[in-house]
């Protein structure tokens, strides 16, 4: 499509940003809320969409699906189904975009689960979550992690114990996409035969230390790996080491 373009985009979740009697509501009207000094459960529909318009045609994207979120005491829960819908398809990994990315099916679709569970303290918090990742400053797209990557599940630990200290770790299992021929097998069922393809298994970590001598300054530092093998290596569950040296030792090899 040409440079010129024309968006129009939206998104409705169960009545946000709805007017009542001329004038915004209080807060956002959920499809199912409840609510008490324990428990805590909203429910809600996810329905969007955009459309790109040019002399050169159009392009249409929306998305459906169901979100819930809530809490008891210290823990806290979430999840969320989306299907997604784009025609032409303006995330292939060839092109420049920051269009979220998915495993596409159909040529045109894609669903995308995220949730996870999670324990918050005064300081700190810690959780079992599938969720895109999104790390560093930004104008167009974070340094770090940019976050428009399918989400992947991972372990997160959050903790900021002073003012002027934050660190954050995560150890995630990533899909690699790359066919192990050795593992993969054949099926028969009622619907026939199927070929079952088993992935190449791959693993990321990373940490960053933050620190904030002054009041509107930060300075961080941390370090990332992407690695393989038939199995999980406990040492990137080690939230505290520099990655590369236990890569260029024997550990594991």
């Known amino acids: 499509m040409g440079r010129k373009r024309r968006r129009i985009s939206g998104e409705s979740r169960a009545g946000q ?7 915004w509501p209080d807060k956002r009207l959920d499809l199912l809320y409840y609510g008490d000094s324990l428990f805590s459960l909203t429910i809600n529909p996810i329905l969007g969409g955009e459309i790109f318009i040019n ?3 159009k392009a249409t994207y929306w998305r459906n699906g169901l979100e819930a979120r809530g809490y008891v005491s210290r823990w806290g829960f979430y999840a969320a189904l989306r299907d997604n819908h784009e025609s032409p398809l303006l995330g292939k990994p060839e ?3 920051k269009r ?8 045109t679709d894609w669903s995308e689960m995220t949730g996870g569970v999670t324990y918050g303290w005064k300081w700190g918090n810690i959780g079992l979550v599938k969720d895109a990742l999104q790390w560093g400053n930004n104008y167009n797209g974070a340094n770090i992690f940019g976050g428009r990557n399918p989400s992947f599940v991972q372990l997160k630990l959050n903790i900021n114990p002073v003012k002027w200290f934050d660190f954050n770790y995560f150890h995630g299992w990533l899909n690699s996409m790359v066919v192990d021929s050795t593992e993969s097998y054949w099926v028969i069922n009622s619907y026939g035969s199927d070929y079952r393809e088993v992935y190449h298994k791959k693993f990321i970590a990373a940490n960053m230390f933050t620190f904030t001598p002054f009041r509107n300054l930060k ?3 941390g370090n990332s790996i992407v690695y393989d093998g038939e199995t ?15 890569d260029h030792s024997d550990y594991g090899h």
Do not use: E
């Open 17 to 23: 940003g709805k007017i009542i009697g001329g004038q």
């Open 95 to 97: 092109y420049l975009t």
């Open 55 to 57: 002399s050169s045609g």
């Open 219 to 221: 300075v961080s530092a």
């Open 232 to 246: 999980m290596n406990p040492a990137y569950l080690i939230p505290l080491l520099f990655y590369k040296s236990v």
């Open 100 to 107: 979220d990315g998915g495993n596409v099916k159909n040529q």
